[in-house]
């Protein structure tokens, strides 16, 4: 069965500065894809950023980026420039090819500090 | 992105009603949507997995005759907590997946605040 870890379960970071999620992922597939959601305290459920198994670029949206690593499973998100907007629980969640669920890490909060 | 729009947002009920919870696709068809749980802090839990046309399947744990759900077109599944009690206070999050060219993608309904007396 597919696992999604999240070992962080709060972070700060200064407004303006970057700062780092990890997630670590466990699979026998090879096609498959990765989501970073953010939940504000709204509690909508927003699509941050994507990444397809098969591409080797890391998936890029303005301030958020990936570092995808395959080999190690390793999917961590890096929120350039943070603003206080991006205050929010993070989560990482992977869904097989031939899947229709995701399967989602435990979340991490993150708190962006003015 | 897709919209997916859940109602209502908040319902306080009394122990021993029933609540209904809508979900609808406005601008795709999903003939698969997902029922989530989340309890504060916590993860989304999947409770089952509702099919256009068919009987819905529910994860393990799941009371099935708790939490009705009808997929009753493309557009709209429902969620029903019957006979509700405290302890079935949470949020409850639909969601729809889409191709659309994107692979996978599942758009979230904006969740429904459960409060029962």
């Known amino acids: 069965a597919q696992t999604v870890t999240q070992s962080q379960p709060e972070m700060s970071v200064q407004e303006a500065e970057t700062v780092t999620l990890s997630c670590t992922y466990d699979?026998?597939?090879?096609?498959?894809?990765l989501f970073w959601y953010k939940q504000p305290p709204s509690r909508q459920m927003i699509l941050v950023i994507r990444?397809?198994?098969?591409?080797?670029q890391n998936a890029t949206e303005n301030r958020f980026s990936v570092n995808f690593q395959k080999a190690a499973k390793s999917f961590s998100l890096k929120i350039s420039d943070s603003q206080l907007g991006d205050a929010a629980m993070y989560f990482c969640a992977y869904i097989s090819g031939s899947a229709r669920q995701l399967t989602f890490g435990s979340g991490t909060q993150l708190t962006v500090l003015p | 992105g897709a919209v997916v729009s859940q109602h209502p947002s908040w319902v306080i009920c009394k122990s021993g009603t029933s609540v209904k919870i809508e979900c609808r696709s406005l601008d795709f068809q999903a003939t698969t949507m997902f029922w989530y749980r989340q309890f504060p802090k916590q993860s989304l839990m999947l409770m089952a997995t509702s099919n256009e046309g068919s009987k819905a399947t529910y994860e393990q744990g799941v009371e099935k005759d708790k939490f009705l759900i009808n997929h009753a077109s493309l557009t709209l599944s429902t969620l029903t907590v019957t006979s509700a009690h405290p302890e079935d206070s949470s949020f409850y999050i639909c969601?729809?997946?889409?191709?659309?060219?994107?692979?996978?993608?599942?758009?979230f309904g904006a969740g429904t605040r459960l409060s029962v007396l």
């Open positions: 969601s729809a997946p889409t191709l659309s060219g994107r692979g996978n993608i599942q758009y």
């Open positions: 990444q397809e198994a098969y591409k080797q």
């Open positions: 699979t026998s597939e090879s096609d498959y894809y």
